[in-house]
């Protein structure tokens, strides 16, 4: 039995989701959803040079997040398009 997790969206991420089109908002999420139960999904990478931080495709879409396993949290710091997420992570 895994443990659920709390999924908390920062401000930046929830900015970037806002600015996607109707139907990749909700894929992307959907796939947010979906970390409460399975934060380390199998298409789950970590972000080379970032540590910490982990990232999960959504088609032409990533969802950059961390995780706390201490408080059972899943951060979502920012999504959006593949050409553009990785250049203004915190």
Do not use: F, N, W
């Not at 929830?14 to 908002?25: E, G, H, N, S």
């Not at 408080?71 to 997420?85: D, N, S, T």
Request: glycine content about 8%.
């Amino acid at each position: 039995m895994t443990d659920q997790y709390a999924v908390e969206i920062s401000e930046r991420a929830a900015r970037d989701i806002k600015k996607l089109d109707r139907v990749a908002q909700t894929r992307v999420l959907k796939a947010i959803g979906l970390l409460r139960s399975h934060p380390r999904p199998s298409g789950a990478r970590a972000i080379t040079g970032r540590h910490g931080y982990l990232r999960v495709r959504v088609g032409d879409y990533r969802v950059v997040y961390t995780v706390d396993e201490g408080r059972l949290i899943v951060l979502v710091v920012a999504a959006g398009h593949r050409r553009e997420i990785y250049r203004a992570l915190p």
